[in-house]
């Protein structure tokens, strides 16, 4: 079964600094992953995505990911972080079987606080 | 990406009622999923909305409970039907289709249940 965690239920941080919000995950054959952002009362919004290619994705508002294969993480970065960018944020694999194709299990979210 | 549009935005019922929820795509798409979502927590999946056949349901989730129309490729609706106070939630519409790999979700339905 596919799976994401989030070992993170909030991250603090200042403006101005780098942030890193954490995923790992636990997939059957390659794995397709997705950070979204939910901003209070709003429905989720897609950030970023790796299928294959580059480790570094880089995704909407000067996010980043970086895959790690080996550590099965994918962590969402930040090198400055803005206030505006408090939020909460999923990880979400999706699921490539034949079974379940193209369901998303998300990660249990992490509250990004950025203070000024 | 697609612009997905839901209705209501947020509503009180009482005990007991059933609420509709309409969601509809500014372009078609191959699947449409319906979840659920407590404030401030994660996703559950309630199910795949099948066009032209009955919706695939998560495990805890039935059709009585929560019937669900997909009559063509941009609009689905969620009934919430003989609804309790456990049922108040944000219910969340989401789409993909065959050209892209992410879902893209709708602004959600914010409901309480009295």
């Known amino acids: 079964a596919q799976s994401v965690a989030q070992p993170e239920d909030q991250v603090n941080v200042a403006e101005g600094n780098p942030l890193t919000v954490k995923c790992t995950y636990s997939?059957?054959?390659?794995?397709?992953l997705f950070w979204y952002v939910q901003y209070p009362n709003r429905g989720l919004q897609f950030l970023l995505k790796?299928?294959?290619?580059?480790?570094l994705v880089k995704g909407s508002y000067g996010f980043e990911a970086e895959f790690n294969k080996s550590q099965t993480s994918f962590h969402l970065k930040k090198p400055s972080a803005l206030v505006s960018d408090s939020a909460l944020y999923f990880c979400?694999?999706?699921?490539?079987?034949?079974?379940?194709?193209?369901?998303?299990?998300f990660g249990s979210g992490t509250k990004l606080n950025v203070k000024p | 990406s697609a612009v997905i549009s839901q209705k209501p935005s947020r509503d009180i019922c009482q005990r007991g009622t059933s609420l509709t929820i309409q969601c509809q795509v500014d372009?078609?798409?191959?699947?449409m999923f319906w979840y659920r979502q407590q404030p401030g927590q994660s996703l559950t999946l309630i199910a795949t909305?099948?066009?032209?056949?009955?919706?695939?349901?998560e495990s805890g989730f039935v059709i009585d409970k929560f019937p669900i129309s997909r009559p063509n490729l941009t609009f689905s609706t969620l009934t919430v039907s003989n609804m309790s106070p456990e049922d108040s939630s944000i219910y969340l519409c989401?789409?993909?289709?065959?050209?892209?790999?992410?879902?893209?979700f709708g602004p959600g339905t914010r409901l309480t249940v009295l």
């Open positions: 989401s789409v993909s289709d065959k050209f892209n790999n992410e879902q893209f």
């Open positions: 997939v059957s054959g390659n794995p397709y």
């Open positions: 790796y299928i294959t290619g580059d480790n």
């Open positions: 979400a694999v999706r699921d490539m079987s034949l079974d379940n194709f193209n369901k998303f299990y």
């Open positions: 372009s078609q798409v191959t699947m």
């Open positions: 909305a099948n066009q032209g056949s009955e919706a695939t349901y």
